[in-house]
């Protein structure tokens, strides 16, 4: 009975990625799936910028992007009629990733997988988790094997990413409340005559909408419809390339030829919430703490964005003597984001699939005309791009982020995600994103050199945090870090610091070249020196 510190219980995209986080702080963790493979299905298909951005630090982001399509048009059909919309054209200074990442999950999670062997990480297939129970500060987990064979496993921790039917959440007496939507849509990914590769495709009806997305690999399109309500066929009949030639015929008025299949399924959305994230040492992420329609392409995001919230929190919390309350923000901290999707992800869906006569008429004849207009303006692009892309997400209210005296009146204050920009102004070098990558806590020294004395260095390396000094000038190098400067809100002349967590979000500023409040901060939460 070998323990383990940190149990995953799913190796989908957010397991995966759970797991990628606590082999970056060293934790030891076993992975298991009771699915004998891997997905080799698209399933999930976008990946957000911010989910680009928290995946760097594993360094997998240049290969997600070299094997993904960055989707930049939607093409609007309606009533015979084509209309571009630009969407992520913004060229937004404060990502690399300004755009939407269209990448089939199965290569998402060959990558991620490939990312946890190479850090000797084994996932376990076929293995199935079939009892826990609470023993003393841990969890005792059951597991069985392909071959009917049972192990007990002692962890402190167990994280449940086994998805909307989870065992851990069940096990953990966690309740998941929502319900069902009426409706009953395909999925497939095919090749498709008739659309221009350089866009992705919505064909907009009174009875709804039929969507092309450019897929690329395994096949070159996903194809999203939903099926009439007049379709006598059974929800879990098999699905076949005439019946979703006659649903893109319904909404295409014919023109679009669909060929080739290599993946295709029916399925029903949900919109549930778990009731809590935590019990104790059992924790839940991504599907198994909420599901929702995949309007706005969140979900897979969300899941990835709750294992890297949490996952330095249990590598710090392994580590002893920090709050007990820092497990606890996990909740307070992703649980709003989870309702905030549901909101969003519900009032799409709603506009998508009514059959309220009103809206049908606005989904078929007010949208095309209108959405090109609206969207026209770059700032209005870039605030729907801001929202979908999670950039915006924060935790202003957690018990994490915390305000010294003295901070800078612009700037990302705490809770903000970390703004990325050149870190020079000669463009050269790395950027604030680059600089504060590797795994761990940073601390950004801003300001004149004699604001932030040795000692300050030395009193924060007691804590293993790795310090930045963003100093003007910079004599040594003969150049200044002015954009840095001026994205932190830091004026000529003035000083502040910057404590970045690991996940790239702030959890303290302050202003002048006084240590007291982060050392504060720092005892709190990461325990003492």
């Known amino acids: 009975m070998d323990a383990v510190e940190v149990l995953v219980v799913g190796a989908g995209p957010t397991g995966l990625a759970m797991a990628g986080q606590l082999a970056a702080f060293g934790v030891r963790t076993r992975v298991v799936d009771r699915a004998l493979d891997r997905v080799h299905e698209s399933r999930a298909l976008a990946v957000q910028p911010r989910t680009l951005e928290v995946l760097a630090g594993l360094g997998v982001t240049d290969e997600l992007v070299s094997r993904g399509n960055p989707a930049v048009h939607l093409c609007l059909h309606t009533r015979g009629r084509q209309r571009m919309v630009p969407l992520f054209d913004l060229g937004l200074r404060d990502t690399a990733y300004p755009y939407l990442l269209l990448l089939s999950q199965a290569e998402t999670e060959r990558i991620l997988g490939g990312h946890l062997t190479a850090a000797g990480i084994t996932i376990e297939r076929g293995v199935e988790l079939v009892g826990l129970d609470r023993v003393g500060d841990g969890a005792v987990a059951m597991l069985r094997r392909p071959d009917g064979r049972t192990e007990r496993v002692p962890a402190r921790y167990v994280v449940g990413c086994d998805g909307a039917h989870s065992t851990v959440r069940h096990l953990a007496g966690i309740g998941f409340e929502g319900a069902a939507y009426p409706q009953t849509f395909v999925l497939a990914d095919l090749e498709a005559d008739g659309v221009d590769v350089g866009a992705a495709h919505a064909f907009l009806s009174e009875q709804g909408m039929f969507l ?37 015929d319904r909404y295409t008025g014919a023109t679009v030829r669909l060929r080739d299949p290599v993946w295709m399924t ?75 999707v549901l909101r969003f992800t519900d009032r799409a869906f709603t506009v998508a699939t009514a059959t309220n006569p009103l809206v049908r008429f606005a989904r078929s004849r007010l949208a095309p005309a209108l959405l090109p207009v609206v969207l026209a303006p770059r700032f209005v692009r870039s605030i729907a791009f801001r929202m979908v892309s999670e950039l915006s997400i924060g935790y202003r209210d957690s018990p994490l982020s915390v305000e010294g005296p003295g901070a800078p009146r612009k700037g990302p204050r705490p809770g903000d995600r970390l703004p990325d920009t050149p870190l020079w102004s000669d463009g050269d070098g790395p950027t604030l994103h680059q600089l504060t990558g590797e795994p761990g806590w940073h601390v950004l020294l801003c300001g004149p050199p004699g604001a932030w004395p040795a000692a300050a260095t030395t009193a924060l390396d007691r804590y293993g945090i790795t310090v930045h000094r963003l100093t ?17 809100g830091v004026t000529s002349g003035a000083a502040a610091l910057y404590l970045v967590r690991p996940d790239g979000h702030v959890g303290y500023r302050a202003g002048g070249g006084e240590m007291s409040g982060l050392l504060a901060y720092l005892h709190r939460w990461l325990g003492p020196r």
């Open 212 to 248: 092309l997305f450019p897929l690329g690999h395994p096949a070159t399109w996903r194809v999203l419809a939903m099926r009439p309500r007049t379709d006598q066929t059974a929800p879990d009949a098999p699905v076949t390339l005439d019946l979703v030639q006659a649903l893109a």
């Open 266 to 340: 029916t399925f029903r959305l949900h919109h549930r919430a778990a009731t809590r994230y935590r019990s104790g040492p059992m924790f839940l992420a991504g599907d198994a703490a909420h599901i929702h329609s995949p309007a706005g392409g969140q979900g897979m995001n969300t899941g990835i964005q709750d294992a890297v919230n949490l996952g330095w929190k249990l590598a710090r919390a392994l580590q002893g003597h920090s709050d007990p309350l820092l497990l606890d923000s996990y909740e307070a901290e992703r649980a709003p984001v989870g309702r905030m």
């Open 472 to 488: 003007t000038p910079d004599v040594g190098a003969g150049r200044t870090p002015v954009p840095a400067l001026r994205r932190l």
